[in-house]
């Protein structure tokens, strides 16, 4: 659904109704009432509807009750995959609720680390039967340590399931899903907005009352002095399109704060960034129907945020942000961060992410890492400080007394906003420079240390409430991403090991026949793949080439592998026929593991006539180089991939090895390069071996398994085995 232009509805609700289906008007009804509804039903002071989208598995938000749009731009778009509450309540179809933000912490480290602030939060699909519409949410008042009632679960239930039944009647009637494509419906909650009073005008300071939408309902007089506005002026107008001094990035999170809170909040502000101008004291104080803003003189803060040029216009601040980069809050970035970390693998990794979206987010300069190894903390990334500065820090025990310790310790970050502080706190602390400021952070994963890590800034500064929850929560991410990352190094490890021991050392060295294996491990990502090759001799004198791949990674591929290579040479040394070898393997994969799969090719030869019969399943096509240079695909007869059908059938083709030809056997590694056709590959492959001396073969081996692409990221394994008849 694309957002016309908006429409007011009785009650205070607004909608776009056009282009919303067959009956606009009341489907438009139908979303905006289902979401005031649910608010109110749960006694939250805002809340909204995520819908599907037009684009695979994104969700977007397309009413929301009660905040103000612009400061939620973040998170108007939602990928069903990403670690956020209302991706899980759409991807598992249960409810999510959170209490307060300790319980989100735990859950969803991501969600505070974006929006730190003290508030409740409910979650419920909306679904009917096996079909998703999206995720109605409600947020409301913290509940420290007291779960969620269950009757105002029932009653957001109830709400969800009775819009999923009239979502259902609205497709049904127009034939076409509900989905939503554009920005968010604004509606205003149901309620007053409170009105002037006499006392309040009596105020030097100006006193402003906001809509749960930021809309201005009321100015005292003080507002219009003050402010140099009339308060007429202001009445009606979103906050940052009347007072765009307020939309200044660094106070983007106040405002956000008390939309999403009861807690009031103060700081102090400064109007025209583009000139110098007078401090003012700014004060926001939340409640069920709006915001009470108050303004008066004010001292410039100890450490105040930069200035930043003035803006275009007026509505890049107000009510249609501009592009994301005009509007980018400072704790954006750490945004970006949470969803970085969820995709870093390694160690190094997750220090580089650290390193480039942790430190331009809070203006650092300098960085460590230490990690935990029986209790003693080692030095594992460093950046910034000054060469073998933090080399007597490296490997030091727990019961030292060092700020990098003791907040591993004690779990508490520390902050300190100068060296002198710093010093102060621990005398005699060596320091790499007179002036800056230092935080420590403990990387504590569920419970369990990790290590900690060293913020530094080259000036000094402080460090405010929300900057200090900020970081505190995004150590927890950083935590978890490197206690995740030192499993995935241990599971490597096993998984190479396993590898390494499962393929062959050695190959059989026969009279008329030379064989040459190769195995190259994939380097993005570096995890270990389920390829392998073997040659195993049969009792009546015959070699068996085979080469296999087993779908995805790990040890759980690794471990299927070495099952299915023990299965092939046992079939293979009973004397079974190529077919039988096949079929059997096939079976045994379905009964070891439902929903494994993998490919093969399997070629038994005769060493002295030549005479070579082959069976294929679901694996790419030998090439075969004959004696006088020329190289073709082979166009064997094959089957379905094995663990797939009990059933499947697998053809023999019979072929003849000439002396001085070279048969290549390989895996999709090899071929296979992301956003390129895999027939491409292939024909590179026949190239390079075209163009390769056919002796020595070990040569040609290196060849092919090197050469076929320079790309030193490798997204998978390469198995190559060679088979030759010399002259």
């Not at 105002?152 to 497709?171: C, F, H, S, T």
């Not at 070990?698 to 394994?717: K, N, S, W, Y």
Request: a negative charge; glycine letters at 12%; hydrophobic letters at 40%.
């Amino acid at each position: 659904m694309r957002p016309p232009p908006r429409r007011a509805h009785p009650g205070g609700v607004t909608a776009r109704p056009d282009d919303l289906g067959p009956a606009p008007e009341a489907t438009a009804q139908v979303l905006t009432r289902a979401a005031v509804d649910a608010v109110e039903a749960v006694g939250g002071y805002a809340g909204g509807l995520y819908l599907r989208s037009g684009a695979q598995g994104l969700l977007r938000i397309a009413v929301l009750s009660g905040v103000p749009p612009q400061l939620f731009r973040p998170w108007w778009r939602m990928h069903v995959n990403r670690p956020y509450p209302v991706a899980e309540a759409y991807r598992a179809g249960q409810a999510v609720h959170l209490p307060d933000a300790e319980s989100a912490m735990r859950r969803f480290p991501q969600l505070v680390a974006g929006m730190p602030f003290p508030f409740g939060s409910m979650y419920e699909p909306v679904s009917a039967g096996p079909k998703r519409f999206g995720v109605l949410f409600a947020l409301r008042a913290a509940t420290p340590g007291v779960p969620v009632g269950a009757l105002d679960r029932e009653r957001l239930r109830e709400a969800a399931d009775r819009l999923a039944r009239e979502l259902a009647e609205i497709e049904e009637e127009a034939g076409a899903p509900v989905l939503w494509d554009g920005d968010p419906l604004p509606v205003a909650p149901p309620g007053g907005h409170g009105g002037p009073r006499e006392a309040v005008d009596r105020l030097a300071q100006a006193v402003l009352s906001l809509d749960r939408q930021g809309t201005i309902r009321f100015a005292n007089a003080g507002a219009g002095e003050l402010l140099d506005s009339g308060g007429s002026e202001l009445l009606g107008r979103v906050l940052w399109e009347a007072l765009p001094w307020l939309g200044h990035p660094a106070y983007e999170d106040h405002f956000r704060a008390v939309f999403l809170s009861t807690e009031p909040v103060l700081f102090s502000a400064r109007r025209g960034w583009h000139s110098p101008g007078d401090w003012l004291s700014v004060g926001l104080y939340p409640g069920p129907e709006g915001v009470t803003l108050t303004v008066g003189a004010g001292e410039k803060p100890a450490y105040a945020p930069a200035p930043r040029p003035a803006p275009a216009s007026a509505a890049a601040l107000g009510g249609a942000p501009g592009p994301s980069g005009d509007r980018a809050s400072p704790l954006y970035r750490p945004v970006a961060l949470a969803i970085a970390l969820t995709e870093a693998i390694t160690a190094r990794q997750v220090s580089a992410v650290v390193t480039e979206e942790l430190l331009p987010a809070f203006g650092g300069r300098q960085l460590a890492i230490y990690l935990l190894d029986e209790r003693h903390l080692h030095l594992a990334w460093e950046t910034g400080f000054p060469a073998g500065f933090l080399d007597r820090f490296d490997g030091v025990a727990l019961d030292v007394r060092l700020p990098g310790v003791e907040t591993l310790t004690s779990g508490r970050p520390l902050f300190f906003e100068s060296m002198q502080h710093l010093a102060a706190a621990y005398p005699g602390i060596p320091l790499d420079a007179d002036v800056g400021a230092r935080a420590f952070l403990p990387l504590i994963a569920s419970g369990r240390p990790v290590g900690s890590c060293i913020l530094g800034f080259d000036v000094p500064r402080g460090f405010s409430a929300e900057e200090r929850t900020v970081l505190t929560a995004l150590a927890g991410l950083i935590a978890q991403a490197l206690e995740r990352a030192r499993r995935y190094d241990s599971e490597s490890a096993l998984a190479r090991g396993l590898q390494s021991a499962l393929l062959p050392h050695r190959l059989p060295v026969r009279e008329h026949v030379e064989t040459v294996g190769r195995y190259l491990p994939g380097t993005e990502g570096m995890d270990v793949g389920g390829d392998w090759y073997d040659v195993i001799e049969t009792a009546d004198g015959q070699l068996a080439l085979v080469i296999g791949d087993v779908q995805g990674h790990g040890v759980a591929a690794a471990a299927t592998m070495g099952q299915l290579r023990s299965a092939v040479r046992a079939f293979a040394l009973t004397g079974s026929t190529p077919q039988e070898v096949m079929a059997g393997t096939n079976q045994l994969l379905i009964d070891l593991d439902p929903g494994q799969f993998a490919s093969c090719c399997y070629v038994l030869l005769d060493p002295e006539s030549g005479r070579t019969r082959a069976v294929r399943a679901g694996h790419p096509q030998p090439l075969l180089r004959h004696p006088d240079g020329r190289t073709e695909v082979l166009e064997l007869a094959g089957g379905v991939v094995l663990g797939v059908d009990p059933e499947a059938a697998y053809p023999v083709t019979d072929l003849r090895l000439a002396t001085g030809s070279v048969l290549a056997l390989y895996t999709d590694g090899l071929v296979e390069k992301p956003g390129t056709d895999i027939d491409a590959g292939v024909e590179r492959l026949r190239r390079s071996l075209a163009a390769a001396r056919p002796t020595p073969l070990t040569e040609t081996a290196d060849r092919l398994i090197g050469d076929v692409d320079d790309d030193a990221d490798r997204p998978d394994d390469r198995a190559l085995l060679l088979a030759s008849r010399p002259r």
